[in-house]
């Protein structure tokens, strides 16, 4: 049986290419109906709140602003940042990124809402190290898994998703810390690779 989330990306699936879509039909027509489907209440600004300002209430005048921010009883969990379809995600990773370093907002996503790149901001390395993630809802079999993984609701909620998007960083950064390792030719290779692994993530492998 489809999950909700399933059901919606068959059905986006089915509307071909939206590459002429503009960033508000995105919004509407692709990552909202997303969210919803990830269990997040969409019309809920205690749960989803849409153009959230970056600078302090007494300056919510100024332009920096997140598209979507995802919150867990008045937390800030997730930051997202849509652009419409076909756009360069890379262009705005540092903006997006930058964004949640300084609210301290521990997951993000840049999204088309076809392409989905997911980062953990607070990581250590490199703006692209800190992406754990690239889902294309066209193209991935495990688009749905994947995404329920790091930004379901429920996921989010408990902790899950953040743990997971660890776990990604340590499995991302494996074959470099190997690599390393095997021209550095130290002895006790094993407890070598779990310091080398925590080096490059800041996490325990």
């Known amino acids: 049986m489809e999950t909700p989330l399933e059901k919606r990306l068959s059905e986006l699936r089915q ?6 879509y503009n960033e508000e039909q995105a919004k509407q ?20 709140v849409a153009e959230f300002s970056i600078e302090p209430k007494e300056q919510e005048e100024s332009k920096e602003r ?25 262009n705005h990773a540092y903006q997006l990124l930058n964004y949640a370093f300084r609210y301290g907002v521990r997951l993000a996503a840049l999204t088309t809402g076809v392409e989905w790149w997911l980062y953990v901001p607070l990581s250590i ?9 690239v889902i294309d809802i066209r193209t991935d079999a495990d688009a749905s898994p994947r995404l ?17 998007a660890q776990d990604a960083i340590v499995q991302n950064a494996l074959p470099r810390a190997w690599g ?11 407890e070598e690779l779990v310091r080398k692994l925590k080096d490059l993530t800041g996490y325990d492998a």
Request: proline share 2%.
């Open 15 to 20: 509307v071909g290419d939206v590459s002429a």
């Open 29 to 48: 027509t692709i990552i909202l109906p997303i969210l919803s489907s990830l269990g997040w209440e969409v019309f809920n600004r205690g749960q989803v």
């Open 66 to 90: 997140v598209d979507y921010c995802l919150n867990i009883s008045g937390r800030n969990e997730v930051f997202i940042e849509a652009k419409r379809p076909g756009e360069n995600l890379e």
């Open 125 to 133: 390395g490199s703006w692209s190290e800190r992406r754990f993630a």
């Open 148 to 164: 329920e993984r790091f930004l379901g609701r429920e996921a989010v909620a408990t902790g899950r998703a953040l743990r997971a």
């Open 180 to 190: 390393e390792l095997c021209k550095e030719r130290r002895e006790s290779l094993i």
